[in-house]
């Protein structure tokens, strides 16, 4: 259980504490048993290099492809938890199979999976213009200010 004061930022991270409340009180009423499981910054091979929305490692990969340097926001020290989507698939088959909370130990450590994400990557087609285009839709929607190259 997490003993942090829960204050969603967001639309999105209220929905998703309503999601997991709504969850919680299913279980409780109907006594079954139910676990959320957060994935955040999921990459691997498949998923979208063109939308903004897929997380930081594809819009890093279309600015790299482009030539563009790469952005960084706010002062550089933020920190975020990667997970390969092999790894997803399996904690989510383990979580099902044997119905015991965090016992999942990753395969894939994350300079294997970027190396990985990157040779998958740099076998994409190009997105010429994409990352401008990427860029321009999250400044005008507020998720993004002007960045400082890296």
Not at 85 to 105: G, N
Not at 108 to 136: R, S, T
């Amino acid at each position: 259980m997490e003993d942090q004061l829960l204050s969603p930022a967001s639309c999105y991270g209220i929905t998703k504490h309503n999601q997991e409340e709504l969850l919680s009180f299913f279980s409780y009423t109907f006594n079954v048993p139910a676990v959320a499981l957060r994935f955040q910054n999921v990459y691997g091979p498949g998923q979208s290099l063109t939308n903004p929305y897929a997380g930081i490692l594809s819009i890093f990969n279309t600015g790299i492809s482009a030539d563009n340097p790469v952005l960084i926001y706010e002062d550089g020290k933020e920190t975020r938890d990667f997970v390969y989507i092999e790894d997803v698939v399996q904690s989510i088959f383990l979580r099902l199979k044997i119905r015991k909370a965090l016992e999942f130990v990753p395969k894939m450590d994350l300079q294997e999976g970027l190396k990985k994400f990157v040779a998958w990557a740099n076998q994409q087609p190009a997105g010429i213009g994409l990352y401008e285009n990427m860029e321009k839709e999250m400044i005008e929607k507020g998720l993004m200010g002007k960045g400082k190259s890296a």
